[in-house]
């Protein structure tokens, strides 16, 4: 198996072996540049552009131009069809057909995912609203595999707004599994999402935790860390103690933490995907200063931020050997070559892809039942697509995260749409209900609105099959 013709929409659709083989590639096209003239000779990309880019979507077009292959760009939206109403469907469908590969940046969660399924050509996710940005993780990590020689179990505080930081999510996912420490220091308001957190301890079994002791991150606040933070203690995501990866780190008085050699990523304030844009969130907001990295503390720390920046990184420090954000720009075009290269199927890369998926969760199409509960979810506007959410029980219900932009919600009925009757989730565990014949609602209001209707307890129901659904864990939680 190969990366040739797969959708790169997720970090999570590369291997761990995979994403290393990328970094060696990116390594020999850095090394000797002139020898990869050609490999792309006759190859297009297509890059739509729906929202605005800089680096990503100049440093594709570098990289296919580097290979010798050449581009189609549209980066403008108000002057294409899509100001005169045409779909987003309908255009990544005819500009699919004039390239070989599609990287599409758009405002909607899931967009990319559904050009994916609809289109020939590989397609490569340059941003899908606040859900992901996955080649940019890869230019993150490969700029840290550069300096540290490994990833595994680095240390990394993820800095400034994490709630609609895609670059953030795609990032958290990616280090998780390899195994990092990853500490959360976010702006005001602007926290990991939960869903985000889920999926971390769902997905990557890493435990998410308070970190009581900030101790030197303290001076990244500059008007001091905000009580919530000092006392309520920031976020830290650790492997679960059945996969010890620095024991030291928990002690009998706690959670303690080593802060020599931690990198720094920043990311700016993503105002553009405020709900409320009032809200001024800067009230506390991460910052690093030249002050701050000429504290001992800092004397082995990395400066990491995807750009653009706005005020988070002081111009101050741009030519301290610690500030990796302008190479992390630049290892961009190498990164993007060797990725073209490989999905192109123009080099075949070693290394198997993801065993460790979840896919012991089954996919459900949710037809009668709630839709996601994100207002920027593609599906809110693509309404003729699935309603498609992979199913995860718990001792509290049945959680439906949404198969497109990861949001999920805490199903606490559901209703059999042959009969119309709704009945409370947790009488699943002993129906077990054949899954097309099941919606799922977070409320019984959702249930009566979509036309289902109460029966009292005692009126007897059919017994439906066995085993279809994975049964709700019986321990505490
Ligand atoms: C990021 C993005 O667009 O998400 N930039 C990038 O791709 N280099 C980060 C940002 O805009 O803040």
Redesign the pocket.
Known sequence: MSLANRSIISVDDMSKEEIETIFLLANRIHEDLPSFWGAGSGKVLATLFY?P?T??RLSFESAIQRLGGGSISAWDMAASSAAKGETLLDTCRVVSTYADALVLRHPLEGSAQIIAEKVKVPVINA?DGGHE?PT?TLCDLYTMWLKHGHLDGLKVALCGDLKF???IHSLVYALARFRANIILLHGAKRELPEHVKRKLQRDYSVEVMPLQDIGPLQMLYPEGAPSELVNGGVDIIYMTPSKPHEPALYTKGGLRFNFDGVQLYL??A?KERWEDPDDEASSYYPRVTKDILSRPEFRSTSILH???RVDEISTEIDDDERSLYFDQ?ANGVPIRMALLLAVLGLQELPGSPRQDEPSDFPLHTNTRGSGCGNAACITKEETTVARSFRIFPDRKGYWLRCYYCDHDFLATIYGNTQSNVYHEVRQLSREQPLREHVAFFRSEEEAVRAGFVKVSDNTRRAPNPRGIWPSMPSGKK
């Open positions: 929202e880019s680096r990503t941003g940005h940019q930081g895609r670059t990311t700016r993503q995807p750009l653009p720009a």
